[in-house]
């Protein structure tokens, strides 16, 4: 794909499924990429199975100063951010009556704040630079919701409406802003959601069903997507 040789991209929870698939697609194309995760270890492992073209950055998202150290130590050391993915997510599932203010607080912390502070501090930059390009894993509990998932589904839902407005705000600047919704995929996100044993073997089978390929999304399934909408062949998508 045009454009992703030599860029450098922030990938948030790229400790994690999709996040791990999706650096490892853009450093294959040439991008440097800042690994960023709450969870030290993954973000090693993940840049470790890279290479040379990944750093791993501890952060928590919902911290806004950690994530402004963390983005300018990436950029110190590899130079500005010309693509962000915001990835990292977090939900406990639970029907919306039984659960209480601190769980919701926590999925919004990650879920909204989370990447609204990312993306205010990396968006100043290439505001400056008048290019750069931000995606983020929203789902489609954004757009037809998900039992269970109340909380979730209004931040990724909150997501989606924020970054049509964001494209709007900074199509002039030159900045393209995407979200990509995926559906139930093989990570441990889903698994903590479908639960283990019998009953979770029949909630995957269930999912499988409802879905017109009849398997799961892979990790792998979204690294090229990612790396289209960050590349130059996706100029003149913004808002999707
Ligand atoms: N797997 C699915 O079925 C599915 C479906 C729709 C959307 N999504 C979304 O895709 C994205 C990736 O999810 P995944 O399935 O790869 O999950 P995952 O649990 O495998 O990975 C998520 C990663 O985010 C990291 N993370 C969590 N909280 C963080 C924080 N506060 N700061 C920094 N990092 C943090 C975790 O440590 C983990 O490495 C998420 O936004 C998720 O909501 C997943």
């Known amino acids: 794909m045009k454009g992703l040789k030599g860029k450098n991209a922030i990938v948030t929870g790229a400790g994690g499924g999709l996040g791990t698939a999706i650096s490892q697609r853009l450093a294959e194309a040439g991008c440097s990429v800042g690994i960023f995760d709450l969870n030290a270890e993954a973000a090693r492992s ?29 950029e110190e050391k590899v130079g500005p951010v010309d693509i962000l993915v915001n990835n990292a997510g977090w939900d406990k599932v639970g029907n919306f009556l039984e659960t209480d203010k601190a769980l919701w607080e926590k999925i919004v912390a990650i879920n909204l704040w989370g ?19 931000i995606i983020t894993i929203a789902s489609d509990a954004a757009r037809v919701g998900s039992s269970g998932e109340g909380v979730y589904s209004a931040c990724k839902g909150g997501m989606v409406a ?13 900045i393209n802003v995407n979200v990509v919704c995926p559906g139930p995929s093989d990570t441990p996100i889903l698994n903590d959601f479908v639960g283990e044993g019998e009953v979770g073997q029949k909630i995957y089978e269930g999912l499988k069903r409802a879905i017109p390929f009849k398997r799961l999304g892979q990790p792998e399934d979204f690294g090229g997507i990612v790396a289209f909408l960050a590349s130059d062949e996706a100029d003149y998508i913004t808002g999707r």
């Open 162 to 174: 924020f970054s049509k407005t964001l494209a709007r705000e900074l199509a002039r600047k030159n």
């Open 46 to 74: 993940t840049a470790r199975s890279i290479g040379e073209k990944a750093s791993a950055h501890t952060v928590d998202i919902s911290d806004l100063d950690a994530v402004k150290k963390a983005v300018a130590e990436f």
């Open 115 to 133: 990447p609204l502070h990312v993306t205010h501090t990396v968006a100043q930059g290439m505001t400056a630079r008048g290019k750069g390009k």
